[in-house]
Nanobody, 115 residues
Framework: EVQLVESGGGLVQPGGSLRLSCVASGFSVTSYYMSWVRQAPGKGLEWVSTISAGGTISSYADSVKGRFTISRDNAKNSLYLQMNSLKPEDTAVYYC????????RGQGTQVIVSS
């Protein structure tokens, strides 16, 4: 069974940091560009970041550029998102996915940025 499982979310104060993790099973991430997407309360899915299969190329939404860093460990079949300088508007459920549109995403991990 193809599955993506996200973890690492939580409640953090503005300006704080979190590191999200995503572990894949049932397929090898080695062959895929992988992405993080998010969904804020009452809003649609928003693309956050994408990383190439080899990990050498990454891209970011303007809203997170300079604050978030995407990475991967193909040996561990895993994807990561380091989030720094968090803002209340970063509050959302975060998903890892095979595409920028969120295809095949997992169940998500909740991030709440609030004082």
């Amino acid at each position: 069974e193809v599955q993506l499982v996200e973890s690492g979310g939580g409640l953090v104060q503005p300006g704080g940091s979190l590191r999200l993790s995503c572990v894949a099973s049932g397929f090898s991430v080695t062959s895929y560009y992988m992405s993080w997407v998010r969904q804020a309360p009452g809003k649609g899915l928003e693309w956050v970041s994408t990383i190439s299969a080899g990990g050498t190329i990454s891209s970011y939404a303007d809203s997170v550029k300079g604050r978030f860093t995407i990475s991967r460990d193909n040996a561990k079949n895993s994807l990561y998102l380091q989030m720094n300088s968090l803002k209340p508007e970063d509050t959302a459920v975060y998903y890892c996915a095979k595409t920028r549109s969120g295809t095949g995403r997992g169940q998500g991990t909740q991030v709440i940025v609030s004082s």
